[in-house]
């Protein structure tokens, strides 16, 4: 039994990031707010997103989302306002153009070439000939040191 409830406890740990005074009256406010949540790093911890970071700049993001939903904002305009005082970090996904267009195709572009290159080494110890064969002479040579 303990070990469930630990389970239990340990799979919905990120959902504890949220504090219930920061939740929304509007359930459909509160979604939105969630999905942005989701999409936007936390300065600090890197690999998490603002939802689930416990960080106090998380909880401030967390809150300023919130407050501009509030106020009307469209999911996309919250995105904005947050991306031009952090900077495109915050986000998970950064947009394709730009500098970012390189980190976007670098990894498909190194995939194929490292496949051509794999492919042509592959070839080329395919395509190597096979030993001679002795001459008489070596042949005998090698007879005699065998013999010795």
Known sequence: M??????VLLLAWPAFA???????????????ARDIGQMLR?????GENIDESNAEVAKDLRVLVRERLVA??????V???????YGEYVLFEPEAKGFNLILYWLGPVALVLAMLG???????RRNTASP?????????????????
């Open 42 to 46: 936390c300065p600090v911890c890197q």
């Open 118 to 124: 794999a492919f042509g080494f592959i070839r080329g």
């Open 18 to 32: 949220v504090e219930p005074d920061e939740v929304l009256a509007d359930p459909a406010l509160e979604l939105r």
């Open 132 to 148: 001679k064969a002795l001459t008489p002479e070596e042949q005998a040579r090698i007879d005699e040191i065998l013999r010795e």
């Open 2 to 7: 303990f070990r469930y409830l630990a389970l």
């Open 72 to 77: 009307g904002d469209e999911n996309w305009e």
């Open 79 to 85: 995105i904005t306002y947050v991306t031009d005082r």
